[in-house]
């Protein structure tokens, strides 16, 4: 058993994503539908990462090395920044799944066929749950609000 960062850090995050649900449990059925429905994944999620993280022994070898995870690092700070201007530009329903089969595509060097897929299913959760379930407006983004 290993107390270390990583396991701190999955314990903050259990920590407020079930916080979150149990503020969610306070309001309104329809208020708590979106705190619960990410929320409790998350909280699961997370539970599940700190049992590994408790269970790795304590001399065990760190995953990478320092120079790669500073490497990673930038990276994911990378594809932020490309999620955050395809979101603003193109919306979410159609910039969320353009950059999921871009992350897919390149950074997981995976087939078209698993890029198309993971953004076909993006483009079903999204306008499944926000347009459909919840009847959600959602931010059509700059671009397209500018060409429609």
């Given at each position: 058993?290993?107390?270390?960062?990583?396991?701190?850090?999955?314990?903050?995050?259990?920590?407020?994503?079930?916080?979150?649900?149990?503020?969610?449990?306070?309001?309104?059925?329809?208020?708590?539908?979106?705190?619960?429905?990410?929320?409790?994944p998350g909280a699961l999620l997370c539970l599940?990462?700190?049992?590994?993280?408790?269970r790795r022994p304590a001399d065990a070898p760190?995953?990478?090395?320092?120079?790669?995870?500073?490497?990673?690092?930038?990276?994911?700070?990378?594809?932020l920044g490309a999620f955050a201007i395809a979101?603003?530009?193109?919306?979410?329903?159609?910039?969320?799944?353009?950059?999921?089969?871009?992350?897919?595509?390149?950074?997981?060097?995976?087939?078209?066929?698993?890029?198309?897929?993971?953004?076909?299913?993006?483009?079903?959760?999204?306008?499944?749950?926000?347009?459909?379930?919840?009847?959600?407006?959602?931010?059509?983004?700059?671009?397209?609000?500018?060409?429609?």
């Amino acid at each position: 058993m290993t107390f270390n960062a990583r396991t701190a850090t999955s314990l903050v995050m259990f920590a407020l994503f079930a916080g979150a649900c149990v503020l969610a449990l306070g309001l309104p059925q329809k208020a708590a539908f979106m705190p619960l429905l990410v929320g409790i994944p998350g909280a699961l999620l997370c539970l599940w990462q700190l049992v590994l993280d408790l269970r790795r022994p304590a001399d065990a070898p760190p995953d990478k090395d320092e120079a790669a995870e500073g490497k990673s690092e930038i990276e994911v700070f990378i594809w932020l920044g490309a999620f955050a201007i395809a979101i603003i530009g193109f919306g979410f329903i159609v910039g969320g799944p353009l950059i999921v089969l871009a992350f897919v595509k390149l950074s997981r060097d995976e087939t078209w066929v698993n890029a198309l897929i993971a953004g076909a299913g993006t483009f079903a959760v999204v306008y499944g749950v926000f347009i459909l379930l919840l009847e959600l407006p959602l931010f059509q983004g700059l671009v397209l609000e500018a060409i429609l």
